[in-house]
Nanobody, 116 residues
């Protein structure tokens, strides 16, 4: 079992940037790591994921604005979010799994609010 702890959320103005971090309790090099988000009244949705080999996938709504990366030596995954929009407001969750479709667990989430 891997425990995940997200950090880096907060309040930012439209057009601003944030970097989220997901710190894992042990090695993550063999896992697919993902960032998901859930806005009030909506289903949780994929934002980005990164495979064990470093291949990335992004939701259409964040392509060109967000970037996912991983540092296996630090057991940490990052989500760099630029050009933030009010519609990016949500709780952001980190996940891990052996495959993209087999999520094994989630972190507790970190709130991102984009507002002027």
């Amino acid at each position: 079992q891997v425990q995940l702890v997200e950090s880096g959320g907060g309040l930012v103005q439209p057009g601003g940037s944030l970097r989220l971090s997901c710190a894992a309790s042990r090695t993550i090099s063999m896992y697919v790591m993902g960032w998901y988000r859930q806005a009030p009244g909506k289903q949780r949705e994929l934002v980005a994921r990164i495979s064990s080999s470093g291949s990335t996938t992004y939701a259409d709504s964040v392509k060109g604005r967000f970037a996912i990366s991983r540092d296996n030596a630090k057991n940490t995954v990052y989500l760099q979010m630029n050009s933030l929009k009010p519609e990016d407001t949500a709780v952001y969750y980190c996940s891990y799994g052996y495959t993209a479709s087999m999520i094994m667990d989630w972190g507790q989430g970190t709130q991102v609010t984009v507002s002027s």
